[in-house]
DNA sequence: ACCTGAACACCGTTCAAGT
DNA sequence: ACCTGAACACCGTTCAAGT
């Protein structure tokens, strides 16, 4: 009985530290924070309140705010490439599986356009060079290069340099995404999903007669 | 001789008030200063400096920051129309005048980098529809429209909706240009000609067999 | 080691006041 | 109409100090 008014939100918790994993809670709540309110709304010190915690206590588990957004865009990386190779496995490693990465790709960012933006929107310092974030973001990219080695192999896909092709399949979806995000379609514009059937199909006749 | 020391610096210009078209010397600034240092490093202090003028002047030509970043996306789709024009009209308005287009197009992205990142990195309020920069942006876009219609004419290119087509297209070289941006193809990549070169040739035969 | 509050330098924006 | 200086609210970051 020595609180005399329960109902009341104590000014600090029972201890006085942070329990847990800080940096994971940081960047837990940095990504619903541009989910919720883009990237121009996150703020380390409203980050820090949410998690009941000073606005410095960041600065012990990452450099700066670049820092904290290298690893949110590492997270992000992380996420992609999980649902791509579901998406490849799910489907067999067909030729049809091919199709849902593509659109398992976007669907991912039109889903999380701030968290994609972050991603590749040039929001990380240049300078640095995050390890984290350069393997997550090489590890995506593995997924679609294995996918297109295998189709390779099953003699279904011509024989260009794998890496050269996963490039230009990237820039497509990359493309499409990105112009989706900032609704650079126009109104008349159509949905996502036919957009990706367009360009595969075009990816498998060619443009030209 | 009312000036005893001619060398020195005035503090004011002559006229207190700027000459000529200042929202137009607003705009040439901020392009300066993005090219020159990035987005981030563009402050509306530093830009009315460099002019001389007040930090506040620029509030007489726009609603606020995000305005004016409108203001330099709109420049930029301009100078892009141009540039994807000559390319096309200085090609004979041929297939090789059309890959002349994609080079032109990835070219100026990796020629104006942070140019190019204001003008589809989502910097420009969500709310906001800038009509320069609605206007700018489809006459880029319908510069492309124009060549595929052409080409689709003179029977060299397949019937599909041209719309249709030209948002796969800009979807693409978008891509390529945003990915060479930020640095995201990684160390072994191939020069851009190269890469837009292999996506023209793609685009021929198609990826399947 | 980890966390804190106070302080610093900086920024976009507002506003009453000047010509 | 156009411009100005002062002021406001906000932010990332630093730092000496606490446990």
């Given amino acids: ?58 600065y012990r588990h990452f450099a700066d705010k670049s820092a904290l957004l290298a690893a949110v865009a590492a997270e992000g990386f992380r996420t992609l490439r999980l649902q791509l190779v579901r998406s490849w496995e799910d489907g067999g490693r067909s030729a049809e599986a091919f199709n849902a990465m593509g659109v398992a790709y976007v669907t991912f960012a039109i889903t999380h356009p701030s968290h994609y933006r972050v991603m590749f929107g040039g929001f990380v310092r240049d300078g640095t060079t995050d390890l984290e974030l350069a393997q997550e973001g090489a590890g995506a990219f593995q997924a679609l290069v294995d996918a297109l080695v295998t189709l390779q192999r099953n003699g279904l896909l011509r024989q260009d340099e794998p890496f050269l092709l996963a490039r230009f399949i990237w820039a497509i979806v990359h493309g499409l995404a990105m112009l989706i995000i900032d609704r650079r379609l126009g109104p008349g514009a159509p949905e996502p999903d036919e957009l990706v059937r367009f360009a595969l199909a075009r990816l498998r006749t060619g443009i030209f007669i």
């Fill in 1 to 58: 009985m020595a609180r005399s008014h329960p109902r009341r939100l104590a000014r600090k918790p029972a201890d006085r530290y942070h329990h847990g994993d800080l940096r994971r809670a940081l960047v837990t709540e940095a990504v619903r924070t541009i989910q919720a309110k883009g990237v121009d709304a996150l703020t380390l010190r409203a980050v820090g309140q949410k998690l009941g915690v000073s606005r410095t206590a960041l």
